[in-house]
T-cell receptor, first 114, second 113 residues
Framework: EPEVTQTPSHQVTQMGQEVILRCVPI?????FYWYRQILGQKVEFLVS????????KSEIFDDQFSVERPDGSNFTLKIRSTKLEDSAMYFC????????????FGSGTQLSVL | GESVGLHLPTLSVQEGDNSIINCAYS??????FIWYKQESGKGPQFIID?????DKRQGQRVTVLLNKTVKHLSLQIAATQPGDSAVYFC????????????FGAGTRLAVHP
């Protein structure tokens, strides 16, 4: 069964450093998302992406965040200058389109900012 | 304001019993209500959804009930199995907000043999 894959599974970085989280969505999907989950809290929407542009973004997704689909398979989330409060599990998700309520999530990247 | 929340943070059940996980929502404009399951170390997994114009929808061993009068959503799991142990999140999509899910806080379901 096709699945969303994310790398790395764990990322440790120093405050102020840039990180890039990588995702390979399911191949025939058209809509891509990043969500995050701070330990013990709810899953929070960050950004949605369709047709090579951002469709919607949350208040969390400020100027320090960016997304890119550099080729036909990868979807990346970049944090330019990480802060302690960016520590969280980051989930990539995708859907084919038409069923926006049914997202396919990856297993996540645990980001720890020290 | 808009919010999706859960009544109980942890639910413990015996294997074979039925489980009921509850969720309250505040936004009457939501089009879809959805249940996701998150197992340890994994991302959320879609279980079942219900459109706002429906009251009940059944899947395999799961049933979702929507009570719009009191803005309440529930997930019923029949004959709960150890593999059902996970955190369950309710989520919603607002009218016109088809690009994002709004998740609730989550309920942990612990199934005991």
């Amino acid at each position: 069964e096709p699945e969303v894959t994310q790398t790395p599974s764990h990322q440790v970085t120093q405050m102020g450093q840039e990180v890039i989280l990588r995702c390979v969505p399911i191949s025939n999907h058209l809509y891509f998302y990043w969500y995050r989950q701070i330990l013990g809290q709810k899953v929070e929407f960050l950004v949605s992406f369709y047709n090579n542009e951002i469709s919607e973004k949350s208040e969390i997704f400020d100027d320090q965040f960016s997304v890119e689909r550099p080729d036909g398979s990868n979807f990346t989330l970049k944090i330019r200058s990480t802060k302690l409060e960016d520590s969280a599990m980051y989930f990539c998700a995708s859907t084919a389109g038409g069923d926006h309520e049914k997202l396919f999530f990856g297993s996540g990247t645990q980001l720890s900012v020290l | 304001g808009e919010s999706v929340g859960l009544h109980l943070p942890t639910l413990s059940v015996q294997e074979g019993d039925n489980s009921i996980i509850n969720c309250a929502y505040s936004n009457s404009a939501s089009d879809y209500f959805i249940w996701y399951k998150q197992e340890s170390g994994k991302g959320p997994q879609f279980i079942i959804d219900i459109r706002s114009n429906m009251d009940k929808r059944q899947g395999q061993r799961v049933t979702v009930l929507l009570n719009k009068t009191v803005k309440h959503l529930s997930l019923q799991i029949a004959a709960t199995q150890p593999g059902d142990s996970a955190v369950y999140f309710c989520a919603e999509i607002f009218s016109g907000g088809y690009n994002k899910l709004i998740f609730g806080a989550g309920t942990r379901l612990a199934v005991h043999p």
